[in-house]
């Protein structure tokens, strides 16, 4: 048997055991794209909020509206307005003027940047809940609503002869709920409404990015001195109506974790071996190798 008829046998051998191995690959490519179409469908399906909402055929039942209470270390604007100008600098806190912000404007309504403000001072409630407003002196407001504060304060202003006609109006002033993670613009947001809502939220913060996990938005809210956590599905509708964060506190921290997208792109070529996209490449580089050596 000569050399050339030994090498050609080999060459023969070894080309059969090519073949077996590329027909033993072969279904794994097609596996493999299979897994990758099925992930980019399931990815899809987790884009969209509110899946289990039909127009005109769906009616969910809201949550009912929890108003934001005073705490301490809120701090509140008062104003009270009267035909008698002089009672109403006696009640009123003096018009300042001054710098707001330490930081370029982010444009969102928590970090203002730098700009003049003109307007009155604040009523900040001490750790015994109270404020000490002048004349009526020290009132307590923790647990009470901006209607409830106005309220009270008119009545005592009229109660005690000080002030025949008093419109008495309160505000917010440095309550604010923070939005983190995979949105548009991570930062606080001022709230200047009683019943401001996670979707608020995550409207001024310029929704989620497309690498936000819709099923599982965490709010973080601290109750009775400790850290509660719960979750919101933005998939439906019925879970987020009825979600008892809903309705957002002073405080509360919004948190949209990152899917397997954005995990994934955390490595440092965005594969590894438990992705899909990984199989996929090491499986079309065998076949490739395979159609090369044939050809």
């Not at 710098?99 to 307007?119: F, K």
Request: glycine letters at 8%; proline letters at 4%; hydrophobic letters at 40%.
């Amino acid at each position: 048997m000569t050399n050339e008829y030994r090498l050609k046998i080999t060459t023969m051998n070894i080309k059969k055991a090519i073949r077996r191995i590329s027909a033993a690959f072969r279904p794994l490519a097609v596996f493999a794209g299979g897994l990758l179409f099925l992930a980019s469908c399931s990815a899809t399906k987790e884009i969209a909020y509110f899946q289990d909402l039909r127009p005109g055929e769906t009616e969910l039942s809201i949550t009912d509206p929890v108003e934001i209470t005073l705490r301490p270390k809120d701090k509140i604007s008062i104003l009270v307005n009267s035909r008698d100008p002089l009672l109403e600098d006696l009640f009123n806190l003096p018009i300042v003027s001054r710098q707001l912000g330490l930081t370029p404007t982010t444009g969102n309504s928590a970090t203002t940047g730098y700009r003049s403000n003109h307007g009155i001072a604040g009523y900040t409630v001490d750790a015994e809940g109270q404020i000490d407003f002048p004349v009526l002196g020290k009132i307590k407001v923790e647990g009470m609503t901006r209607e409830e504060v106005a309220a009270f304060i008119k009545k005592e202003l009229v109660g005690n002869n000080l002030v025949k006609d008093p419109v008495v109006t309160v505000e917010f002033m440095n309550l604010t709920v923070s939005v983190m993670g995979e949105v548009a613009h991570p930062g606080q947001y001022s709230i200047d409404k009683d019943n401001v809502t996670v979707l608020d939220a995550l409207s001024m913060a310029g929704d989620l990015t497309i690498y936000g996990k819709r099923e599982k938005v965490l709010v973080l809210r601290q109750e009775n001195g400790k850290q509660r956590i719960y979750g919101i599905n933005l998939c439906s509708g019925e879970h987020i109506y009825s979600s008892p964060v809903y309705y957002l506190q002073q405080g509360d921290v919004v948190y949209v974790e990152p899917n397997s997208v954005r995990a994934r792109q955390s490595t440092v070529n965005g594969n590894n071996i438990r992705s899909t996209s990984f199989w996929v490449s090491i499986a079309s580089l065998l076949t490739s190798v395979c159609i090369l050596i044939f050809n």
